[in-house]
C-alpha cells in the first residue's frame, strides 16, 4: 500500500515536472525564434526604425513651426510625400516583423511577450492610421493652397480657374474620410501602453501628441467646411449686406450706420462688392411705399419722425432682430435677395490695417496715411474742416469708403499669410462682439449663435444675464465723451430660492465744457436694463420712461450735459443662482463693473472688454475665466 502510494506520488511529481519543463521548452522556444528573426533582420528593421524616427522628427518640425499657415503648395507636396515614404517603411517594418504563421496565438498570456508585441503592433497601426490620412490632408492641402496662390479670393474674370473652396468642395468627402481616420488615431493612441515599448518610441509618440494637439483646431474648423461652403457660396452667390457702426454715435447694436457695403461672394471669392454712404440706401428705401415700420418710441419721441428710416434699423440689441429687418429694408429698397448682415466695429478695421501695414489715401488731393493708431482721427478729420470753416469735398463717409475699397485691394493682393492672420483676427473680434453675424440659413445661424457670435440679447442660455443697454439719442457724435460704470449688491434674502440685489448703473460725462460740442457737448441717453429671466422690480431711481418695448428691467431716459454724473438705481428679486452673465455691448466705452456680495468684505471688480461671468456660489464673488471650465 505504501509502497503503491509512494509510486502514484513519484508519478505525479515526474508528471507536473515533466509540465513544466514543457512549458518552460516552449517559452525558450518562442525566445529562439524571436531570435532567429531578430537575427536575421535585425539590421533591415534598425535601417527603417531609424529612418522613421528621422521622418516623424522632420514633418514633427514643419508642423509646429511658428507660421505654419504659410506653408507653400512645395511644402504640402514635401509632406505628402513624406507621409507615403512614412506609409511605405511602416508596411516594410511589418514585413520583417512578422511572425511565422500561427505564431501569435501562442502569445496569449505570456507575461513578458505579449504586452510588448502588442504595443507594437498597436504602435504601428497608429503610425499607418497617420500615414494615410497625412497623404490626404496634405493632398487637399497642396491643391487648395495652389488654387488660393493662383485665383485668390477676388474674382478675376481673366482667370476662372478653380478656386480654394472649389478644391475643399470637391474633395470633401475624402477629407472627411480622412478626419474620421485621425479620430480613429486618436482613440488608437489612448489603448497604446507606453509602459512597454522603448523610450526612443515613446519619445516619438510624444512628437506625434503635438503634432495631433497642433491640428485640433484645424481639424474642429474643417469639420465646419459645409457651412463655409453655405456662407462662401460654394454652388451659388451668396450676398451681405455690411455695416459699418460708428461707436461715436452710440446704438443699441454698436453705433449709428454710417456706411454700408453690398458684398457678393461665390466659390470664396469676392465677385463684386461696392460701399455707399447709409443715405443712399435710406433715400431708395423711403421712395417706396410697399414696406413701412414703425419706429421705435426714443426714435419717434427724440430723434425723426414715426416711420423707420433704414439708418436707424440696427436699434434692437437682439442682433438677429435687427439684422431680419435691415434685410428686408434693403431688399425693400431695391436690393436682391440679401442672405446674411455683418456688422463691423473700428476696431475690427484697425485690426487689419495694423496687418496690411499704412495705406494711402487721396482725400481732395492731399495724400493721406491711415495706420491703425489714427484711423478715427483720419475718419474725422473731413468732418471736422467743414465744421471749422474749411473746404472738403470729400465727405466724411467717402473717407471711409476710401479706407474700406483700399483695404480689400490690400488684403486681396497681399500674400496669403496675411490674409489668414486677418482671418483669425476677426475671429478674435466676433469673440468679443466687435463683429456680429446673422444668416439665413438655419444651420449657419445655429453655428454663429453657439460660437457666440451672433449677438444675442442673452448669449448663454444656461446663464442669467445682466444687460445695459445704451443709445445716444441727440444725433452728435458725442459717445466716447460718456463713461459708464455697474454696480451689482447682492442683499441677504429672507426667501429660500430668492435673490435680492441693487444694481447701480451709472453715466458720467467726461467732455470738456470748451470742447466742440459736437464731440463733447450735452449728452440725452436711452438706457434700457434687461435683468435676468423671471426678476421682479421692487423700486427704481429715476422712474422708468413710457417706452412699451422696455425689458423688464425698464427703459430710462439720462440727460447729461458736460462734467455732470447720473444713476440710475433699481432693487430688484430673482431666481437664486451661482452665476450672472455681464453681458458686453460692442461700442460701449469701457464699462467699469463690480459685485458686492452679502458677508463679504471687497467687492469684485472687472472690466467689460468682454462678457464677464461672475461666480456667486462662493464666500466672496468671482470671475469665471477660461481656465476654470467656462466655454469660450
Known amino acids: 500500500m505504501s509502497e503503491t502510494h509512494d509510486r502514484s506520488s513519484l508519478s505525479g511529481f515526474l508528471n507536473r515536472l515533466f509540465g513544466w519543463k514543457l512549458i518552460v521548452l516552449f517559452v525558450l522556444v518562442i ?29 514633427h518640425d514643419v508642423v509646429l513651426q511658428d507660421d505654419i499657415y504659410a506653408l507653400s503648395a512645395e511644402d504640402m507636396a514635401w509632406l505628402n510625400s513624406e507621409f507615403r515614404l512614412l506609409e511605405e517603411r511602416i508596411d516594410e517594418i511589418e514585413r520583417l516583423s512578422e511572425l511565422p504563421a500561427g505564431a501569435e496565438n501562442h502569445l496569449s498570456g505570456l507575461p513578458w511577450i505579449e504586452p510588448r508585441y502588442a504595443a507594437g503592433v498597436e504602435t504601428l497601426q497608429l503610425g499607418r492610421m497617420l500615414a494615410t490620412a497625412g497623404q490626404t490632408v496634405s493632398e487637399i492641402g497642396q491643391d487648395a493652397v495652389a488654387a488660393l496662390d493662383d485665383t485668390g479670393i477676388r474674382y478675376d474674370p481673366e482667370n476662372d480657374a478653380v478656386t480654394w473652396l472649389d478644391v475643399l468642395h470637391d474633395r470633401e468627402d475624402d477629407l472627411f474620410a480622412a478626419l474620421g481616420t485621425i479620430d480613429e488615431a486618436a482613440e488608437q493612441r489612448q489603448r497604446i501602453d507606453e509602459e512597454y515599448l522603448r523610450q526612443g518610441i515613446v519619445d516619438r509618440l510624444m512628437q506625434i501628441d503635438e503634432v495631433m494637439d497642433q491640428f485640433d483646431e484645424q481639424l474642429e474648423l474643417a469639420e465646419d467646411f459645409p457651412l463655409a461652403y453655405a456662407t462662401m457660396g460654394a454652388e451659388e452667390p451668396i450676398r451681405y449686406l455690411v455695416l459699418f457702426q460708428n461707436p461715436a454715435e452710440l446704438r443699441p447694436t454698436g453705433g449709428f450706420v454710417g456706411t454700408v457695403a453690398r458684398v457678393e461672394l461665390h466659390r470664396g471669392q469676392i465677385t463684386e462688392y461696392e460701399f455707399l454712404d447709409v443715405y443712399e440706401v435710406a433715400e431708395d428705401y423711403a421712395d417706396q411705399d410697399d414696406h413701412r415700420v414703425r419706429a421705435p418710441w426714443p426714435i419717434r419721441e427724440y430723434i425723426r419722425s414715426d416711420h423707420l428710416q433704414f439708418q436707424d434699423a440696427n436699434w434692437w440689441p437682439h442682433f438677429p432682430e435687427s439684422a431680419t429687418l435691415l434685410m428686408e429694408m434693403a431688399e425693400a429698397a431695391g436690393w436682391p435677395e440679401l442672405d446674411g448682415v455683418v456688422s463691423v466695429q473700428p476696431e475690427t478695421v484697425q485690426d487689419l490695417i495694423a496687418v496690411t501695414g499704412p495705406i494711402t489715401v487721396d482725400v481732395d488731393g492731399d495724400m493721406r496715411e491711415i495706420t491703425s493708431e489714427n484711423l478715427h482721427d483720419e475718419a474725422e478729420r473731413q468732418r471736422r474742416i467743414m465744421r471749422e470753416g474749411g473746404d472738403a469735398e470729400t465727405l466724411h463717409k467717402e473717407v471711409i469708403e476710401l479706407i474700406s475699397e483700399i483695404l480689400v485691394d490690400e488684403l486681396a493682393d497681399g500674400d496669403r499669410y496675411d490674409l489668414i492672420e486677418s482671418v483669425f483676427l476677426l475671429f478674435d473680434r466676433l469673440d468679443i462682439r466687435d463683429m456680429q453675424v446673422y444668416h439665413r440659413d438655419e444651420d449657419v445661424q445655429a453655428f454663429v449663435e453657439d460660437r457666440d457670435w451672433a449677438g444675442l440679447a442673452r448669449p448663454k442660455q444656461d446663464t442669467p444675464t445682466v444687460s445695459s443697454i445704451f443709445a445716444n439719442i441727440t444725433g452728435l457724435k458725442t459717445s466716447l465723451a460718456m463713461q459708464p460704470a455697474i454696480n451689482l449688491q447682492i442683499l441677504e434674502s429672507d426667501t429660500a430660492g430668492i435673490l435680492e440685489g441693487i444694481l447701480t448703473v451709472a453715466l458720467e460725462h467726461r467732455g470738456q465744457e470748451d470742447g466742440d460740442p459736437f464731440y463733447e457737448g450735452f449728452q440725452r441717453w436711452w438706457v434700457d436694463l434687461d435683468l435676468p429671466e423671471g426678476s421682479s422690480v421692487v423700486q427704481t431711481r429715476p422712474d422708468p420712461s413710457s417706452d412699451p418695448d422696455a425689458s423688464d428691467g425698464g427703459a430710462y431716459i439720462v440727460n447729461l450735459p458736460v462734467g455732470e454724473r447720473e444713476e440710475i438705481v433699481i432693487r430688484f428679486s ?7 452673465l455681464f453681458r458686453r455691448q460692442p461700442g460701449l466705452t469701457m464699462m467699469y463693473g463690480s459685485v458686492e456680495q452679502a458677508g463679504c468684505d471687497e467687492a469684485l471688480e472687472f472690466t467689460g472688454e468682454e462678457d464677464r461671468v461672475i461666480l ?12 476654470d471650465g467656462a466655454e469660450e
Not at 456667486?616 to 481656465?627: H, K, N, T
Open 31 to 59: 525566445l529562439v525564434l524571436f531570435s532567429i528573426i531578430v537575427v536575421q533582420r535585425a539590421r533591415a528593421v534598425q535601417s527603417e526604425y531609424n529612418a522613421v524616427v528621422d521622418q516623424v522628427a522632420g514633418i
Open 574 to 580: 430673482m431666481p437664486d443662482t451661482d452665476r450672472l
Open 616 to 627: 456667486l456660489d462662493g464666500e466672496c464673488p468671482e470671475i469665471e475665466w477660461a481656465d
